[in-house]
Nanobody, 123 residues
Framework: QVQLVESGGGLVQAGDSLRLSCAAS????????MGWFRQAPGKEREFVAA????????AYLDSVKGRFTISTDNAKNTLYLQMNSLKPEDTAVYFC????????????????WGQGTQVTVSS
C-alpha cells in the first residue's frame, strides 16, 4: 500500500504559478498510476491529471491542458503538479491519488488518497 502527503498549496494571484508535491511512502512508487484531483466549494471532486506507471503517458482535464503538467520523480517517490497561468476557477483542494489498476478518470476507482492541499487563486 501507499501513503500520500500533499504539499505546496497556497494563496496566489491569477496568472501565477505553483507546484504541488505528493510524497509517497510504502510500496514502490512506480507500482502505481498516479493522479491529481480537485474539489472546489460546492462541487464534486473532479479529475485533473494522471500519469501512467511507466511515466510515459499522461492525461489532463480539458480546462487545464497546456497550463498544468503532471510528472513523477521515482528516485524521490514524489508526484508533482506544475500549475502555470492559474485562474480563479482553479481554486480548490487538490488531492493526489494512487491506483494499482492503472488509473481512471473516475474518482471512485482510485485506491489511495492524500489529505489534500488548498490552492486559492485570487483575481
Amino acid at each position: 500500500q501507499v501513503q500520500l502527503v500533499e504539499s505546496g498549496g497556497g494563496l496566489v494571484q491569477a496568472g501565477d504559478s505553483l507546484r504541488l508535491s505528493c510524497a509517497a511512502s510504502g510500496r514502490t512508487f512506480s507500482s502505481y498510476a498516479m493522479g491529481w484531483f480537485r474539489q472546489a466549494p460546492g462541487k464534486e471532486r473532479e479529475f485533473v491529471a494522471a500519469i501512467s506507471r511507466s511515466g510515459r503517458s499522461s492525461a489532463y482535464l480539458d480546462s487545464v491542458k497546456g497550463r498544468f503538467t503532471i510528472s513523477t520523480d521515482n528516485a524521490k517517490n514524489t508526484l508533482y503538479l506544475q500549475m502555470n497561468s492559474l485562474k480563479p476557477e482553479d481554486t480548490a483542494v487538490y488531492f493526489c491519488a494512487a491506483d494499482s489498476s492503472g488509473g481512471s478518470y473516475s474518482t471512485d476507482a482510485w485506491d489511495y488518497w492524500g489529505q489534500g492541499t488548498q490552492v486559492t487563486v485570487s483575481s
